[in-house]
């Protein structure tokens, strides 16, 4: 079973900042099947990158994604008020099908 | 547009059955694959079922095989879970979810309490 574990729990900072969340997985993933979910309070979870690192539609060039093998990133390049939420990654195609992240919040510092 | 609306929510108590929607609309839907993921309170997200569109191939994890049962009616353009033997620990908030490989649009969400 692949376990994907994310990091930090809890990230504060700044609007203006950098934000780098990282996803690591207990076996290889295929890059083709690593996505990214932003969720906000009260929301349904929106996808923001699959295959590793394509935005999805509509999705600013402000979110960027990276990684392979087991070590994936979600960069942020530069906060705005609205990407304040939780992020979740999620794999497909290992026991279970699909797995998620615990995510990680991202809070105003 | 895509929209994808969740319905049949509501409290059971352990044992009992629930049966939720899913209407769609904007995109074709015997297409696609389609998909059922949870929230329990506070917690993170966690599937739960997906179908093929045609219905030939089903998926479930550990957690639901043997209890739950996805279905779909492409004509109607609906998703549906049939949810049986309910226990404590599947009271969540309960997404509809178009995808293959990954959840490309969700839905709004229905909530499922099981409670005594």
């Known amino acids: 079973e692949i376990v994907l574990t994310q990091s930090p729990g809890t990230l504060s900072l700044s609007p203006g900042e950098r934000a780098t969340l990282s996803c690591r997985a207990s076996?290889?993933?295929?890059?083709?099947?690593l996505a990214w979910y932003q969720q906000k309070p009260g929301q349904a979870p929106r996808l923001l990158i699959y295959?590793?690192?394509t935005r999805a539609t509509g999705i600013p060039d402000r979110f960027s994604g990276s990684g392979s093998g087991t070590d994936f990133t979600l960069t942020i390049s530069r906060l705005e008020p609205e990407d304040f939420a939780v992020y979740y990654c999620?794999?497909?195609?290992?026991?279970?099908?699909?797995?998620f992240g615990q995510g990680t919040m991202l809070e105003i510092k | 547009e895509v929209q994808l609306v969740e319905s049949g929510g509501g409290l059971v108590k352990p044992g009992g059955s629930l049966r939720l929607s899913c209407a769609a609309s904007?995109?074709?839907?015997?297409?696609?694959?389609m998909n059922w993921v949870r929230q329990a309170p506070g917690k993170g997200l966690e599937w739960v079922s997906s179908?093929?569109?045609?219905?030939?191939?089903?998926h479930y994890p550990d957690a639901v095989k043997g209890r739950f049962t996805i279905s779909r009616d492409n004509a109607k353009n609906s998703l549906y879970l049939q949810m049986n033997s309910l226990r404590a620990e599947d009271t969540a908030v309960y997404y509809c979810?178009?995808?293959?490989?990954?959840?490309?649009?969700w839905g709004q969400g229905t909530l499922v309490t099981v409670s005594s």
């Open positions: 179908i093929s569109g045609g219905s030939s191939h089903m």
């Open positions: 904007g995109f074709d839907f015997s297409r696609y694959y």
């Open positions: 076996q290889s993933v295929s890059s083709r099947y």
């Open positions: 295959g590793t690192s």
């Open positions: 979810a178009y995808g293959d490989s990954r959840f490309d649009y």
């Open positions: 999620q794999q497909y195609g290992s026991s279970p099908l699909y797995s």
